[in-house]
């Protein structure tokens, strides 16, 4: 145990400089920090995001419906860089008074929609995929959509703040939240153990939503933390993070609005179903490539 002789003041005030990887845009107030219009492209659906697991949630999305057929799932991915705070002009908290991403725009409807659960809610019932009709099993569906999106802070914005991001190693949170996320994946792993997919037989919104954080994780691809949770262990969440990685749709949404990785694997923006072959960063030329 670290020691520390901190002790909170009467009154918190607010130090934006306290080191944090994430110091630069976090503030304790909400709304607009400046005036900008957000870009519009041609499709139905317009999405402001980057490419981080709320983000690859929502691109995984529109990629499956375009794979299952649903031309009306057209979108334009616009990439909203929130290390510069591009998540606080006027037109994206308009569109999300949270200042976060992932955002949809449905021009269809005009309706915007926040939160990345209520993303997939909507494009599900939308579109009639990925949530069965059956009430039983649309529940069970559901239990793991809200188990996920309560679940997951504590990973990214616990575990994975404290162990790679906070500016000093401390103890105490990476303690506490470590032992909180391989709970959360005993409880994946359990799950998983008896069905294939989180709510059973079908691959639902639960996977979707559950496979860019949890997935990525025990694949290795978070946080550099693959040995020190011994993810290998947890061999059923394995089995259906390998199973899921592996559908074409996932592939495309993953690297939708990423600006981290391989280049191949960044597609910064996208427009048009050729993106994928002709715009990934590796295939821009490096005056061009942003
Ligand atoms: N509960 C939200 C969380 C969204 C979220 O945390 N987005 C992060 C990136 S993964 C963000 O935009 N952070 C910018 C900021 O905090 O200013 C959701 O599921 O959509």
């Given at each position: ?7 909170p ?8 400089d ?19 219009t ?6 139905p ?5 980057l ?20 031309s ?64 039983a099993?649309?529940?069970?569906a ?11 802070p ?32 005993d ?27 949890y ?24 089995r ?51």
């Amino acid at each position: 145990m670290s020691a520390s002789n901190y002790q909170p003041p009467r009154v918190w005030t607010w130090d934006a400089d306290n080191g944090g990887e994430w110091a630069s845009i976090n503030r304790p107030i909400a709304g607009p920090t400046h005036e900008a219009t957000l870009p519009r492209g041609k499709h139905p659906l317009q999405i402001y995001s980057l490419g981080t697991p709320n983000g690859q949630k929502v691109t995984i999305m529109t990629e499956e419906l375009l794979a299952a057929g649903e031309s009306g799932a057209e979108y334009d991915a616009h990439l909203i860089r929130i290390g510069e705070g591009e998540q606080f002009s006027s037109g994206f908290v308009e569109l999300n008074p949270n200042s976060k991403i992932p955002v949809l725009l449905d021009t269809d409807t005009g309706s915007r929609v926040f939160e990345s659960g209520a993303i997939l809610l909507y494009l599900a019932e939308k579109f009639g995929h990925f949530l069965p009709k059956d009430t039983a099993a649309r529940t069970e569906a559901l239990n793991w959509l809200f188990w996920l999106q309560g679940s997951a802070p504590y990973l990214g914005g616990g575990f994975g703040h404290f162990y790679a991001y906070a500016p000093e190693k401390f103890e105490y949170p990476i303690n506490r939240f470590t032992m909180e996320v391989k709970r959360q994946l005993d409880v994946l792993d359990r799950q998983l153990a008896g069905h294939r997919y989180l709510g059973g037989d079908a691959y639902t919104i639960a996977d979707i939503a559950t496979w860019p954080w949890y997935g990525n994780l025990v694949l290795g691809e978070a946080y550099d933390a693959g040995e020190f949770l011994q993810v290998e262990s947890y061999k059923n969440v394995r089995r259906w993070a390998k199973e899921i990685l592996a559908r074409p749709a996932v592939q495309r949404g993953r690297i939708v609005n990423r600006t981290r990785g391989e280049l191949s694997e960044q597609l910064h923006e996208r427009h048009d179903a050729s993106d994928f072959e002709l715009k990934t960063q590796d295939k821009l030329a490096p005056e061009t490539a942003d």
